[in-house]
């Protein structure tokens, strides 16, 4: 059993870090700068949380969030300072022998290029919603892609959920992100799993076990089950 939080400035990867050191091996921290947040920061920020970031690396589970956001990134100078901080988080994340959680909203082609050039190792597509066509790419690398509250109603979603291997397939809830109007919390991960469970046409237990290797081959998470 465990939970990964992960921060998105300076102020939330602090929060983070404490609250995984408190709770330790049940809550488990990720640092990092979001794109969409980044675009606010005046540069001397940005320094600062990055900084920040290198200096408790080896404190941290996984990095992120961080990755690119083409939603509100709509011009060339601003993707290209979403990208060179993608670059650092990356390289971070391979220096550490860990996990990078990518966000890739409107962006998910130029994010998993970004990946494959860098020779991005272990890599989580955070509710990921490119098309199917990138399946390939995410299981030559042995990558791994979530789905969250989405699935549960969205037909795209479900498809992409059903055509990608089990093994290269994550869970998630996001929350607080709200989604149909309601903030999505940690308990909402069952009603995620009963809908991948019902579109792969396995049980429950066989979707739970996957998630637990894999749970525990990323993140490090105890097992609490038998797999």
Not at 148 to 169: D, H, I, K, M, Y
């Amino acid at each position: 059993i465990g939970m990964c939080s992960n921060g998105e400035d300076l102020e939330s990867n602090e929060q983070v870090l404490a609250l995984s050191q408190s709770i330790p091996r049940l809550v488990f921290a990720g640092m990092g700068m979001h794109p969409k947040n980044l675009l606010e920061w005046p540069l001397e920020y940005e320094e600062k949380c990055r900084n920040w970031i290198q200096d408790h690396a080896p404190e941290a589970d996984f990095f992120g969030e961080t990755g690119l956001d083409y939603k509100y990134a709509n011009a060339k100078p601003v993707r290209e300072r979403q990208a060179r901080a993608f670059d650092r988080m990356i390289a971070l994340s391979m220096e550490q022998g860990k996990p990078v959680n990518v966000h890739s909203r409107d962006a998910g082609a130029s994010a998993l290029k970004q990946l494959d050039v860098l020779r991005a190792e272990k890599v989580l597509l955070h509710w990921f919603n490119g098309p199917p066509e990138c399946i390939p790419i995410i299981v030559d690398h042995d990558w791994k892609a979530s789905v969250g509250p989405s699935v549960l109603r969205e037909w795209t979603v479900q498809e992409f959920a059903r055509l990608l291997p089990l093994e290269n397939l994550c869970l998630e809830t996001d929350g607080p992100v709200a989604f149909l109007g309601v903030s999505a919390d940690s308990t909402w991960i069952l009603r995620v799993a009963e809908k991948v469970a019902e579109i792969k046409g396995i049980s429950l237990e066989e979707l739970s076990k996957v998630q637990g290797r894999i749970a525990r081959s990323y993140f490090g998470f105890r097992p609490s089950v038998d797999a």
